[in-house]
């Protein structure tokens, strides 16, 4: 039920009925924290030709076109039909499977080079065990790169939210800390955890102009680990 705040009607759902509802539009609907990510996040990972990239969380593969054009075999899950869906359309070659990030991963241990999940984490309850799960499939000597919406956006009441018709609807947050999300990756087994974190700045507010009231504010946090 819609509820009306500052003048206008919200609805909260939970996560997995939001990013359904929401897969439709999602590729259309301007976000400036997906703008910092596609700006950030894969040259963090540095894909290489032949490696197997798992996206999880992969939403509607935006990041399946350069994965594949670095030469990568890139399988991608998610917990949203919908987002998979939009994903299948678009990338009817990549591996997609309907999966929940906090259950057991359903691959061998040690097959991917490289995991890349993005802007999922404020979602995510039972972090050890994604974590986990996560370190469990990557070969000896592969990565995790992690991007999430910065914690200080969550803390400040912000959140995942998109508008159909006249109601807004908001998917919620946990309020996981930087501190939280290193030392979980760290007891997950994972080594060298560095994070990088990315302001609100021009470059942004010039791709997506309704950022402006986010220059200078922490808007992304990218965490990465070996196994």
């Known amino acids: 039920m819609a509820v009306k705040v500052g003048g206008k009607k919200v609805r909260r759902v939970g996560a997995r009925e939001g990013y359904d509802r929401w897969s439709a539009t999602y590729d259309k609907t301007p976000n400036p924290v997906v703008s910092m990510d596609e700006r950030c996040t894969l040259i963090a990972l540095a894909p290489k030709s032949n490696e197997r990239i798992l996206d999880a969380g992969c939403g509607?593969?935006?990041?399946?076109?350069?994965?594949?054009?670095?030469?990568?075999?890139?399988?991608?899950?998610?917990?949203?039909?919908?987002?998979?869906?939009?994903?299948?359309?678009?990338?009817?070659?990549?591996?997609?499977?309907?999966?929940?990030?906090?259950?057991?991963?359903?691959?061998?241990?040690?097959?991917?080079?490289?995991?890349?999940?993005?802007?999922?984490?404020?979602?995510?309850?039972?972090?050890?065990?994604?974590?986990?799960?996560?370190?469990?499939?990557?070969?000896?000597?592969?990565?995790?790169?992690?991007?999430?919406?910065?914690?200080?956006?969550?803390?400040?009441?912000?959140?995942?939210?998109?508008?159909?018709?006249?109601?807004?609807?908001?998917?919620?947050?946990?309020?996981?800390?930087?501190?939280?999300?290193?030392?979980?990756?760290?007891?997950a087994g994972f080594t060298d955890v560095r994070q990088h974190e990315w302001r609100g700045d021009e470059q942004l507010i010039s791709a997506v102009p309704q950022a402006k009231k986010y220059l200078n504010f922490p808007i992304l946090l990218i965490l990465q680990g070996k196994k």
């Open 60 to 187: 509607t593969g935006r990041h399946f076109s350069p994965l594949r054009r670095a030469g990568c075999k890139v399988f991608g899950i998610d917990f949203s039909l919908g987002m998979l869906r939009m994903a299948r359309r678009q990338f009817p070659q990549v591996p997609l499977l309907l999966v929940d990030l906090q259950d057991v991963l359903p691959f061998a241990s040690g097959y991917f080079d490289a995991v890349l999940c993005a802007l999922v984490g404020e979602h995510l309850e039972r972090l050890y065990q994604v974590f986990h799960e996560m370190h469990r499939v990557l070969r000896p000597g592969g990565r995790l790169v992690f991007s999430v919406y910065h914690p200080e956006m969550a803390a400040a009441g912000i959140e995942a939210n998109f508008q159909e018709v006249d109601v807004e609807f908001r998917l919620g947050a946990y309020r996981h800390t930087v501190k939280d999300y290193w030392q979980t990756l760290r007891s």
